[in-house]
């Protein structure tokens, strides 16, 4: 076996059943690292400003901590979903907590009744449609198990890979800037994708 890359990690118990042990740090440190970011990127494009984002982050997280004890996954309830519709109750939160200067957008007509109020609260699923979500979410899973994969191979083998698939420089040219043959660099191309390939499908069957 090449040294210079790790052997597939073995399938962990699914992430979501971890996550029902409210103690277990690691787990939840885990599913933060993982999900973040597309939570944060959601609310920025939803309109929300940087801090925010940043509660709709954080109120997310806690909003799954206290109801994964009663999540169950079956066909017609993926968490894919289940994590959307929380997300976008904490992003219409915000809208809410600005209040009615704010969701009038400066008309100037003073207070404005509760009624107004209500109807200027943005409707979710426009906010974050349906397709948007998911196209993200599948690239934030690409992100990160390219981050995982770089921190397992040997390093130029990852620059070999970068430079070749990410900064589509010409094999050639990558061959002559690490001074190795082009075959090798074909090869970190091959196996590193496979290695992704792996860790997208590990990373979608932890939330099953």
């Known amino acids: 076996m090449d040294r210079d890359y790790s052997p597939p990690l073995k399938t962990r118990v699914s992430l979501l059943e971890r996550l029902r042990d409210w103690q277990d740090q690691a787990s939840w440190e885990d599913f933060f690292d993982t999900y973040w970011k597309l939570i944060y990127s959601t609310a920025r494009k939803a309109g929300l400003s940087d801090e ?17 004890p009663t999540f169950h996954y079956d066909a017609a309830r993926s968490f894919k979903g289940w994590l959307l519709k929380l997300t976008r109750w904490r992003i219409v939160d915000q809208f809410r907590e600005r209040g009615p200067v704010h969701a009038h957008h400066g008309s100037g007509s003073g207070g404005g009744s509760a009624t107004q109020l209500v109807a200027s609260i943005p409707d979710a699923a426009t906010l974050v449609p349906n397709n948007v979500w998911e196209m993200d979410w599948q690239k ?64 979608e069957k932890e939330t099953i």
């Open 52 to 68: 925010e984002a940043q509660d709709v982050v954080q109120e997310t997280m806690a909003s799954v901590n206290r109801r994964i």
């Open 140 to 203: 934030n899973l690409a992100e990160v198990a390219l981050a995982r994969v770089r921190a397992r191979v040997d390093p130029q083998k990852y620059q070999l890979f970068d430079f070749y698939v990410n900064k589509e420089w010409p094999a050639e040219k990558v061959a002559e800037r690490f001074r190795v043959s082009t075959n090798q660099v074909y090869l970190a191309k091959h196996r590193l994708t496979a290695l992704l390939k792996e860790e997208v499908q590990r990373l």
